[in-house]
């Protein structure tokens, strides 16, 4: 049972556009929300998070938009690089056992082409 | 570099084999963290250690075990191995639990079973 679902397997940009990832849970009671940015042969590096209770949060080119009564979320790259090419994961967070497991989606291939 | 080290980077081990998977968390991080990742899908949570103690479960198979010692390195004890289980096992390790604080995840040991 996937809780953390996102559909589109991949995205094409061009180079100084905006990138729009999205991801849809099942959740409710999911706690906070990450979005990982993963190269080939890499694990999974840490971009930006969300608190359930915040419908946006900023870091530079990256804007994440919480939207819970649509249990969806969205990470905004503006402007798209080159560099952003990568596989990016949303995560969601289940705090219910004290422990902070990471429910992960299967991933969205970003190609930002220049 | 993420500070998390994992080895073997590569196992091929044949069917009904048990291997074991090694990591090393960040200095100062407490948490250990397993995921597995097969092909095309997300990252599966398979368990937590916490300073040596279990603390959270995912989807872990009967056949696998692991511990975390006291220097906080961790190990992941995969047995009765079956073509399945060929995959990408990633661990990660955390300073604090919950709260959205990101997990750092080492570079992973790609397994694979013929």
């Known amino acids: 049972d996937q809780q953390v679902k996102q559909n589109s397997p991949s995205l094409s940009v061009q180079e100084g556009r905006i990138s729009i990832l999205n991801c849809d849970y099942t959740?409710?009671?999911?706690?906070?929300f990450l979005w990982y940015k993963k190269y080939p042969a890499e694990g999974p590096t840490f971009l930006i998070s969300i608190s359930s209770i915040k419908d946006k949060n900023e870091d530079g080119r990256f804007t994440v938009f919480l939207n819970k009564s649509a249990k969806h979320l969205s990470l905004h790259i503006v402007p798209s690089q080159p560099g952003d090419s990568a596989v990016y994961f949303c995560a969601a967070e289940d705090n219910q056992t004290g422990a902070n497991n990471l429910f992960f989606g299967t991933g969205t291939r970003l190609t930002v082409i220049p | 570099d993420s500070g998390v080290t994992q080895t073997p980077k590569h196992l091929i081990t044949a069917t009904g084999q048990r291997v074991t998977l090694r990591c090393s968390p960040r200095s100062g991080d407490l948490s250990v963290y397993w995921y597995q990742q097969s092909l095309d899908q997300g990252l599966q949570f398979l368990i937590q250690y916490y300073n040596g103690e279990e603390r959270a479960k995912g989807n872990i198979l009967e056949r696998f075990s692991a511990q975390q010692f006291p220097d906080l390195h961790s190990e992941l004890n995969l047995s009765s191995l079956e073509l399945g289980d060929s995959a990408l096992y990633f661990c990660?390790?955390?300073?604090?639990?919950?709260?959205?604080?990101?997990?750092?995840f080492g570079n992973g040991t790609r397994l694979t079973v013929t």
């Open positions: 990660a390790s955390s300073s604090r639990t919950g709260g959205g604080s990101p997990l750092h």
């Open positions: 959740n409710s009671m999911f706690d906070y």
